[in-house]
């Protein structure tokens, strides 16, 4: 699977982003999928998953009720919504797919990793 994300960018505090993965080379809607982030000095963190159909989602406690992951198999794309974005979600975004129903932020079922987006948010 090869992953491609984009909608990084430079916003404000207390604006909002949208992120989006493409995915291409297997079928994608056998996958799980996940946000992490990485800050600089720090070690990637999650973000938030997705199961395969879209029917559970997990979230870390730092963007809970600001993020939101959605996937449109369709498209072979999955999306992160970021509202009420703070300066402290500045981080490179990396999109991750993972070969089974659901993976939440179990880190080590991801094998796929796209090559990420920054985003910086600005106070």
């Known amino acids: 699977v090869q992953l491609v994300e984009s909608g990084g960018g430079l916003v404000q505090a207390g604006g909002s982003l949208r992120l989006s993965c493409e995915a291409s080379g297997r079928t994608f809607r056998n996958y799980a999928m996940g946000w992490f982030r990485q800050a600089p000095g720090k070690e990637r963190e999650f973000v938030s998953a997705i199961s395969w159909s879209g029917g559970s989602t997990n979230y870390a406690d730092s963007v809970k009720g600001r993020f939101t992951i959605s996937r449109d198999n369709a498209k072979n794309t999955v999306y992160l919504q970021m509202n009420s974005l703070k300066p402290e979600d500045t981080a490179v975004y990396y999109c991750?797919?993972?070969?089974?129903?659901?993976?939440?932020?179990?880190?080590?079922?991801?094998?796929?990793w796209g090559q990420g987006t920054q985003v910086t948010v600005s106070s």
């Open positions: 991750a797919a993972a070969p089974t129903v659901q993976a939440m932020g179990v880190i080590g079922l991801y094998a796929y």
